[in-house]
């Protein structure tokens, strides 16, 4: 099932999902008796589960992909990769060379795995056109702080050289992509962290990339994801964008749980809430 924001198709992929841990792990700063305001946000074990998810979205004639997944070569503490993205594009009737436009919320390396071809030596969808942070990209070419190696590590050698191909482009600040989709500025997860936002017959939507980790943070903006590289500054973005994501607005959250990750924002006794939307 494919949910509409007017003319414009929003449909959820996967590459797979990461093994569910105690909470703890990802929202080091939370404490345990937060969770229990919020159990719809765990698993029945009361674990945390992160989906690597993308997002397709048709517009006019253009298919883009917001974000690739884990892909075919992860750190090597995730073993053998889920690398379920290309399966999933192909349920939803899609294949690699049917991809117009591939779009990074930001370049860690669970959201550029299907960057490049298994050997790297080309682009994995060979007839799109890729688009990247300029913040981002200047961040994770510079890089030296070890504690983030893996990432910087994956860039180098799984992304980087969409630029000797001639397919990348690098934008900055709120860029009109195509018509109906356009970049916003969403920093502190990452330095160039940016979403997507969409419009289409006076209907809105967003799609978040890290912004979210969990389906409680839009009741609790102030708990922060143990990879955001500046907590601080994530807390004020997801506080700035709860205000703007009015009720009844389309959001797309590709780590909440795969064909529940798109939604709503409904707010109960003046807290916001996300509705994930059922059946998708």
Do not use: C
Request: proline letters at 8%.
């Amino acid at each position: 099932m494919n949910v509409k924001i007017g003319d414009i198709e929003v449909i959820p992929v996967s590459d797979g999902e990461a093994p569910p841990v105690d909470p703890s792990w990802p929202f080091p700063k939370v404490a345990s008796e937060g969770w229990k305001r919020h159990p719809y946000a765990l698993d029945s074990n009361g674990l945390h589960r992160s989906n690597f998810g993308g997002i397709v979205v048709r517009i006019g004639n253009s298919t883009v992909l917001v974000d690739t997944g884990l892909g075919h070569h992860p750190p090597k503490r995730y073993g053998a990769p889920p690398a379920e993205l290309p399966a999933s594009l192909k349920s939803v009737g899609l294949a690699p060379s049917d991809i117009t436009m591939v779009v990074f919320t930001h370049l860690h390396y669970d959201h550029i795995g299907w960057s490049l071809s298994e050997d790297y030596k080309l682009p994995f969808f060979p007839n799109a056109e890729y688009v990247a942070s300029q913040i981002d990209w200047d961040y994770w070419e510079s890089n030296k702080d070890p504690s983030r190696s893996e990432h910087s590590d994956t860039f180098k050698s799984g992304f980087a050289p969409l630029m000797d191909h001639g397919v990348l482009e690098l934008v900055e600040g709120d860029r009109q992509l195509i018509p109906g989709m356009r970049t916003l500025a969403t920093p502190g997860h990452t330095p160039g962290h940016m979403s997507l936002l969409l419009e289409s017959n006076g209907e809105n939507g967003i799609i978040t990339g890290d912004i979210f980790h969990s389906a409680a943070q839009f009741a609790e903006p102030e708990w922060s994801h143990r990879a955001d590289v500046d907590p601080t500054m994530g807390i004020e973005t997801r506080k700035r964008l709860l205000e703007r994501l009015l009720p009844g607005m389309t959001i797309a959250s590709g780590h909440l749980e795969h064909r529940h990750n798109i939604g709503t924002v409904e707010i109960i006794e003046g807290r916001r809430y996300w509705r994930g939307f059922d059946g998708i």
